[in-house]
């Protein structure tokens, strides 16, 4: 499967934990972005880089989330002391330069966060 | 900034018949223009997209798009309606005179087809 791939799909923890996630984009898309959508919206932005980059951070993202993507392949998003308001599905996206400076983002399957 | 609005909810449609989803625009130069589609419990699936060129793209599954830069909307269209339609739909925008590479997506539209 060539497409954009993220673990784990679901992920339920306690209030106050730490949790990481992983996406590995499309091997030769060099742009990946992380979403945030909750129920009966839209996916909200987090963060972007391009390779290894992080060139843009969403003031949604607090100082409790980080986003890593170290070599420019796979990315890692953190959220330290989870709190019942980070429940969300976290969608990992990736795409290419492409003709013309940009093509289409396509999605992993997300990662569905329940914070307890 | 760019920012883009779903003014419906919710769209109901008869299998068979045409369905549109609509979806308006604000940007400060031309837009590029996305259409997704999610299904329950998983990611968005690209449907189609305006860059430049012919008003009318067509994409994935027998949909297509209309962009009217008059009334800055880029609504999704498709002549007959199947109930394996029934999702949700996800307009998003990126304004690259706006130097970002972020796109940008609405609230989401769900689509309902009745047998």
Not at chain 1, 37 to 66: C, H, I, M, V, W
Not at chain 2, 40 to 68: C, H, W
Request: hydrophobic content about 30%; proline content about 5%; overall charge neutral.
């Amino acid at each position: 499967d060539t497409g954009v791939s993220q673990d784990p799909r679901h992920k339920i923890t306690k209030r106050g934990q730490n949790v990481t996630f992983r996406c590995d984009p499309i091997s030769e898309h060099n742009r990946l972005y992380w979403y945030r959508q909750t129920l009966g919206q839209g996916p909200e932005f987090l963060t972007y880089f391009q390779n290894e980059a992080q060139l843009e951070k969403s003031r949604l993202l607090s100082d409790r989330f980080s986003a890593e993507r170290p070599k420019g392949s796979f990315s890692t998003l953190e959220i330290q002391r989870t709190e019942q308001g980070d429940s969300a599905m976290y969608l990992c996206a990736s795409s290419s330069t492409g003709t013309g400076g940009f093509t289409e983002a396509f999605f992993g399957q997300g990662t569905r966060l329940t914070v307890v | 900034a760019q920012s883009v609005a779903q003014p419906e909810d919710q769209v109901n449609v008869a299998e068979g018949n045409p369905l549109t989803v609509k979806c308006t625009y604000s940007v400060s130069g031309n837009p590029y223009l996305f259409w997704y589609v999610q299904y329950p419990n998983r990611g968005l699936q690209f449907l189609l997209k305006y860059i430049t060129g012919d008003n009318l793209v067509k994409g994935s599954y027998g949909f297509e798009a209309e962009f009217n830069k008059s009334q800055t909307s880029f609504h999704l269209k498709k002549p007959s309606a199947l109930v394996s339609d029934s999702a949700l739909y996800f307009c998003a925008v990126r304004d690259p005179a706006g130097g970002s590479y972020i796109p940008t997506f609405g609230r989401g539209t769900s689509l309902i087809v009745h047998p």
